[in-house]
């Protein structure tokens, strides 16, 4: 089983940065994409960025140019660095695994228990 706890979050004014970061703890044979996902209040949960093992990344339209996502793969942590912060913004950012039990297995779901970003204008 793979845990992910995120942290970072917390409130900034609009035109500030923040930076999240979720560590993986566990022992999965791998861990192949991680990913930022972000809850609204009354919205759906949206992916914002995401990256692959190999390092590929996808951001939502949204966030290209403000946001970067990076990973650590020897720590198991994927960061995402947010800049020019928008009211908009604020959500509730949740850290997402994919990773295998052992070779041949099915690929897994991880989710970390969210971290609350609030932006004001």
């Known amino acids: 089983q793979v845990q992910l706890v995120e942290s970072g979050g917390g409130l900034v004014q609009a035109g500030g940065s923040l930076r999240l970061s979720c560590a993986a703890s566990?022992?999965?044979?791998?861990?192949?994409?991680m990913g930022w996902y972000r809850q609204a209040p009354g919205k759906q949960r949206e992916l914002v960025a995401d990256?692959?093992?190999?390092?590929?990344?996808d951001y939502a339209d949204s966030v290209k140019g403000r946001f970067a996502i990076s990973r650590d793969s020897a720590k198991n942590t994927v960061y995402l660095q947010m800049n020019s912060l928008r009211p908009e913004d604020t959500a509730v950012y949740y850290c997402?695994?994919?990773?295998?039990?052992?070779?041949?297995?099915?690929?897994?779901?991880?989710w970390g228990q969210g971290t609350q970003v609030t932006v004001s204008s």
């Open positions: 990256i692959g093992s190999g390092g590929r990344t």
């Open positions: 566990g022992t999965p044979f791998s861990i192949n994409a």
């Open positions: 997402n695994a994919h990773w295998m039990p052992a070779p041949g297995w099915p690929v897994l779901s991880s």
